[in-house]
Nanobody, 129 residues
Framework: QVQLEESGGGSVPAGGSLRLSCTAS????????MGWFRQAPGKEREGVAI????????YYVDSVKGRFTISAGKEKNMVFLQMDRLQPEDTAIYYC??????????????????????WGRGTQVTVSS
């Protein structure tokens, strides 16, 4: 079993910044595929940023490229999402996800929710115009 603990959501005006953190505990491998999905009201979940904590190029959905940055902690069981120049369209519940394995194609193609076996409870991000 793996547990995920998220923190860092909140409310900001457009143009503001937030930093999300996620810590994984339980059965983990030295490197894991971790990242963030989000779900806005009335919309499907979408992969925002995914990375292999052992290194390599991360995946970003087009709408956040140049504004969001995903990074891993030294212990390889933590990921962070630095969100800058936030826009009202970024308002959603953000979920930390983990796949206890390498990412494979999950960082080169649109990631699907079913590929990640563990999800955090989610943290609300609200951006006002």
């Amino acid at each position: 079993q793996v547990q995920l603990e998220e923190s860092g959501g909140g409310s900001v005006p457009a143009g503001g910044s937030l930093r999300l953190s996620c810590t994984a505990s339980g059965y983990l491998t030295p490197g894991n595929c971790m990242g963030w999905f989000r779900q806005a009201p009335g919309k499907e979940r979408e992969g925002v940023a995914i990375m292999y904590t052992g290194g390599g190029r991360p995946y970003y959905v087009d709408s956040v490229k140049g504004r969001f940055t995903i990074s891993a902690g030294k212990e390889k069981n933590m990921v962070f999402l630095q969100m800058d120049r936030l826009q009202p369209e970024d308002t959603a519940i953000y979920y930390c996800v983990i796949r206890v394995a390498a990412c494979g194609s999950l960082t080169t193609t649109t990631p699907t929710p079913g590929k990640f076996g563990y999800w955090g409870r989610g943290t609300q991000v609200t951006v006002s115009s």
